[in-house]
């Protein structure tokens, strides 16, 4: 992975020195907040998922002893964690959370932008990445693992691609929706093979430090446990419900139902994605396939029941690429981009009024809306678009 460590590099020349310092400064500020808050119940379960693997013991199980909610991430994850679960939760709370940001911001450098645009992404994404980190979790990382498998299709890589597309699927599931990359792959036959390779590779890789019963015990557990879940996060129409904040999540609780069926949304947003694929021609701009990473970022957020407020952070990198990749920028197009700062980003932080942030953002799911309304303009775009080369890119 010396990819990684080269892109560090970039930085000093690129003299972007201080907003990647701020970058790093908020998730160090936040995991230092909630470790001195004792505030970090979701690092707990994550640290968790490595001893009960090592221990075998059921990955899904209740440890009210341990922490509160249980673990809801594949046996894969146990692996992710591992070097973190071995140090004091002090240091691994803040190398968790400089991780997370550190892997996501090389992913945005590798995406074909400028430097303006990078910067206005990392500038856009910035507040979700710290509501992420104050939440000590695994989204940003989640977002880095979809954006690295686009870039590496891109550079004929199928190999690393199909790794972060697994990666990502195996840990939290939201990576397969990175699967659709395939249509851009010039290897296609390579990258079915490695994808199958990687598949086998890493749904063992976690038995190195259990056993292979144990683990395959775990994927079905993790079944249940995930499915269980889906029951829970529907169930509750409550303002105090934090998650569900999706499409169906609005639908739900604008019309106070509980029995709103997903599929209703889904499968006519499934058919939505996949209709402009058939527009073969358009694989081979940049701007096209660009579009195409923006909306597998925002979908797999606004179209999940477990999307939850600290999630938004994969949501906000897609919506601010939409941003970057509109040439030129309308008032509309910049009203928008405002609207969802405010509605998405920063109405569920301390900066919004304690009333509006739970009565009317959270009560209604409101921080999916701006995410949805850009996803049908991306839709329209890749539907409907003529793309010509821009500025956008390098």
């Known amino acids: 992975m010396n990819f990684l460590f080269a892109e560090f590099r970039v ?19 936040a995991g230092l907040a909630e470790y001195l808050h004792q505030s970090f119940n979701n690092y707990l379960i994550f640290r968790q998922v490595f001893w009960h693997t090592l221990e075998q013991t059921n990955l899904y199980a209740a440890y009210p002893s341990e922490y509160a909610d249980i673990n809801h991430y594949g046996p894969l994850f146990s692996m992710v964690i591992a070097p973190f679960a071995v140090l004091p939760d002090w240091l691994g709370v803040i190398l968790w959370n400089i991780a997370n940001a550190a892997v996501l911001l090389i992913a945005i450098r590798m ?6 645009n990078f910067l206005i992404v990392l500038l856009i994404s910035a507040v979700e990445m710290m509501t992420a980190s104050h939440n000590v979790q695994f989204n940003s990382m989640t977002a880095a693992f979809i954006i690295f498998a686009f870039v590496f299709v891109e550079k004929e890589k199928d190999i690393w691609a199909t790794l972060f597309i697994v990666l990502g699927f195996l840990t939290k599931l939201y990576g397969i929706a990175a699967i659709v990359f395939f249509l851009f792959s010039k290897h296609r036959i390579k990258f079915t093979g ?20 144990f683990i395959i015990q775990s ?8 499915s269980e879940k889906v029951v829970q996060n529907i169930s509750s129409l409550s303002h105090t419900n934090m998650q569900d904040i999706c ?24 058919a939505i994605f996949g209709l402009p694929l058939l527009r073969m021609a358009q694989y081979k701009n940049l701007l096209y396939r660009m579009r195409y990473l923006a909306l597998v970022l925002i979908s797999v957020v606004i179209f999940s029941d477990s999307a939850e407020s600290a999630t938004y952070v994969i949501a906000m990198v897609g919506a601010a690429l939409w941003f970057v990749m509109k040439e030129p920028k309308s008032p509309a197009v910049i009203a ?6 405010f509605v998405t980003s920063l109405a569920t932080t301390d900066l919004c ?13 409101l921080k999916a809306l701006p995410c949805f309304i850009i996803w049908l303009l991306l839709i329209r775009e890749v539907a409907f678009g003529k793309f010509h080369d821009n500025k956008i890119c390098v």
Do not use: E
Request: glycine share 2%.
């Open 11 to 29: 930085f000093k020349k690129w003299k972007i020195a201080l907003p990647v310092l701020l970058w790093f400064a908020l998730a160090i500020i």
């Open 111 to 116: 995406l074909p932008l400028t430097r303006k």
């Open 194 to 213: 490695y994808f199958i390779m990687w598949l086998v590779v890493l749904f063992c890789l976690p038995m190195i430090i259990s056993s292979p019963a």
């Open 219 to 226: 994927y079905a557990d993790w079944y249940t446990a995930i």
């Open 247 to 270: 499409v169906m999540g609005i639908v739900r609780r604008t019309f106070h139902t509980s029995n709103f069926n997903d599929l209703y949304v889904l499968l006519p947003a499934v």
């Open 336 to 341: 928008l981009l405002v609207f969802t700062i």
């Open 353 to 365: 009024p304690q009333y509006i942030k739970v009565h009317v953002i959270r009560a209604f799911a």
